[in-house]
């Protein structure tokens, strides 16, 4: 770990909330701008403190509630897409997250007019941006992820209060009386079943047809269940005999794949 400026605890759980609170902006590339000069006047062990802090408030603000809240904003969402959708809930400022943590159905009084927009990803790059910046990105990726296992042994198991339920029906009436959503939605739905209609194969370049068994140099045999074709690289997916079914890559460079 990189040496500390000294303090035994370079930022607290207040201090965080402040930074972060302080950077708040109606546009995310704003709050970054903020965030990012911000945490360059930092020296690294607060930079990657801040960055430990954010990972355990997100993780703090997890619950049954708020994961339903997630699918119902997003019709369906993935683990990932909850992760950035807590991330943009953080993103709001400390009130405001504490509020829909305890009540998801305050969302209502927070969601942007696009729905699809509370979501923010790039929350997390900021600090590590800066830390990559001065240390390179293995070095500062493994600092951060000391201080974020001392910040866990220092204030224990992130523990998550949320509720398992929430009132549903407002949100449910906000989201799907969008219609100009709705139908966004559904053009990005058949837009995106078409692409992928569009790039689906019968068989490999080399000739092995869907259905046929297969030998994988890596991974074994197996049975070849779909192709689809990106144009530089072929995705197969393919059943193993070891009942594992998995997407892999072929192309040059990459392992070969032979029919049986």
């Not at 704003?30 to 945490?39: C, N």
């Not at 009084?109 to 729905?115: R, T």
């Not at 951060?144 to 398992?164: F, M, Q, S, T």
Request: include cysteine; charge should be negative.
């Amino acid at each position: 770990m990189r040496p500390s400026s000294g303090r035994d605890s370079p930022m607290d759980r207040d201090a965080f909330w402040s930074l972060l609170d302080a950077s708040v902006a109606p546009r995310p590339s704003k709050q970054l701008k903020h965030l990012r000069d911000a945490l360059k006047k930092r020296p690294d062990d607060e930079v990657a403190t801040f960055a430990a802090w954010l990972r355990r408030v997100v993780d703090e603000i997890d619950s049954p509630a708020l994961a339903r809240a997630a699918e119902i904003v997003f019709d369906g969402c993935s683990d990932d897409g909850y992760e950035y959708f807590r991330l943009w809930i953080v993103s709001r400022g400390r009130g405001t997250a504490e509020a829909i943590a305890a009540d998801p159905a305050a969302l209502l009084d927070h969601l942007p007019v696009d729905p699809d927009e509370a979501s923010f990803e790039e929350l997390a790059s900021p600090a590590s941006d800066v830390l990559e910046a001065r240390l390179g990105e293995e070095e500062a990726w493994d600092f951060i992820d000391n201080v974020a296992d001392e910040l866990d042994r220092r204030e224990g198991e992130a523990k998550r209060h949320g509720p398992k339920t929430f009132d549903e029906r407002a949100l449910k009436a906000r989201i799907e009386g969008d219609e100009a959503l709705r139908q966004r939605r559904a053009e990005e739905t058949e837009s995106a079943e078409a692409w992928f209609a569009e790039t689906q194969r019968t068989q490999t370049r080399s000739g092995i047809p869907i259905g046929a068994r297969v030998r994988h140099q890596h991974r074994g045999k197996g049975v070849l269940k779909s192709v689809q074709d990106l144009g530089g690289t072929e995705f197969v997916t393919i059943a193993f005999d070891t009942g594992e079914t998995d997407v892999l890559g072929l192309g040059p460079g990459l392992p070969e794949l032979v029919g049986l």
